[in-house]
């Protein structure tokens, strides 16, 4: 329970450089293809949050196009996998490229007339364009509606580049992350697919930065960039000392998790319950896979999860400073002599 709340919601603010450290160490395969060891898999608790999550699904009559958003569901086996690493479509030069159009519902701006975009554009004019991951050319065309396009399979994801001036990678060729497959013409246009579904492919490429900065994490877990949630005044109580928890957490959390897991030391009954109890408040209000997940965010936590991750963070930093209390006798430097009277687990 402990290990499951503290990967899934400690990927926010500084503790997201711990959590990255802990789900690195608990990874087996090589550097490019990591696979979650059974000790990482959600918790009953999270599996019983993800099935109530499943049956959670309003489904109201709507257009075809419109309906198959709505049915998309998020789950872990969505990570994709790839044994050489992963790689964004395109570099930006000298400015950030800009979506000229998104997918969806649009507006024809000469017309006023709506239709739906199965895409999303991006003025990105004789771009180089690279593959994301390990896959294999499975589609060549040339039409009307999207001129020269391209369409590679990455497992069970298709990603098409459309409108292309020059194609590098035909059809059967396996392509690697960040060869270079194609070049784009005036813009270029993108398409995915889940197991045969349309989704946005806005989505698809968030996770594919998911997993480039899991992986750089990894590389160097303890760097100075936080996941983004940061940024958003993401706030704990113990962020004046986050720096020595820091430090202790590397000396005396994978102590504290053993313990744990031989009985050693016990979850306080209140803070067991707690945790238990927001977790569940985490399905019911549809946190897990609120987006695609990635390896930097394995249940897809959106940002209206981050007031709850704060208060289950709380929770976690005041069981483990209570455990080296109780345990080993260690507390913070700015505890005072009250405070170290006032430990909250018990062994």
Not at 125 to 151: F, T
Not at 210 to 231: C, H, M, T, V
Not at 290 to 318: D, F, T
Request: with cysteine.
């Amino acid at each position: 329970l402990v290990l499951s709340a503290f990967l899934v919601f400690g990927r926010f603010g500084w503790m997201a450089k711990l959590a990255g450290a802990m789900l690195a160490m608990m990874t087996i395969g090589n550097n490019s293809q990591r696979v979650l060891s059974p000790a990482v898999q959600p918790s009953d608790a999270v599996r019983t949050a993800q099935a109530m999550n499943t049956g959670n699904v309003r489904k109201e009559e709507q257009p075809q196009e419109v309906e198959q958003i709505h049915r998309m569901k998020y789950s872990q086996e969505m990570i994709l996998k790839s044994p050489s690493g992963y790689c964004m479509p395109f570099e930006e030069r000298d400015k950030e490229v800009d979506m000229t159009l998104g997918y969806g519902k649009q507006v024809n701006p000469k017309t006023g007339a709506e239709f739906f975009h199965h895409g999303v554009d991006f003025n990105a004019p004789h771009y180089l364009l690279s593959a994301v991951a390990s896959g294999i050319v499975s589609g060549l065309g040339n039409d009307h509606e999207r001129g020269l396009y391209q369409v590679i399979r990455y497992g069970d994801y298709e990603v098409k580049y459309a409108h292309l001036s020059n194609i590098l990678a035909v059809y059967g060729d396996e392509v690697r992350a960040g060869d270079t497959v194609a070049v784009s013409d005036d813009i270029l246009h993108m398409e995915t697919k889940y197991k045969g579904e349309e989704f946005d492919p806005i989505e698809f490429l968030t996770m594919i930065f998911g997993n480039i900065k899991s992986l750089e994490r990894q590389k160097q877990p303890f760097g100075k960039e936080d996941f983004g949630a940061a940024r958003e005044g993401f706030r704990t109580k113990y962020d004046k000392d986050a720096d020595e928890i820091e430090e202790l957490m590397l000396r005396f959390f994978p102590a504290y998790l053993k313990d744990l897991g031989s009985g050693a030391y016990r979850l306080p009954q209140r803070t067991e319950q707690s945790l238990r109890n927001m977790l569940m408040m985490a399905s019911a209000r549809n946190y897990f896979f609120e987006m695609i997940p990635s390896m930097e965010n394995p249940m897809g936590l959106g940002r209206r999860s981050i007031p709850m991750a704060a208060k289950v963070q709380n929770l976690l930093l005041e069981d483990f400073l209570g455990y080296l209390a109780l345990v080993h006798g260690t507390y913070l430097s700015t505890w005072d002599e009250g405070l170290k009277k006032k430990p909250t687990g018990r062994p």
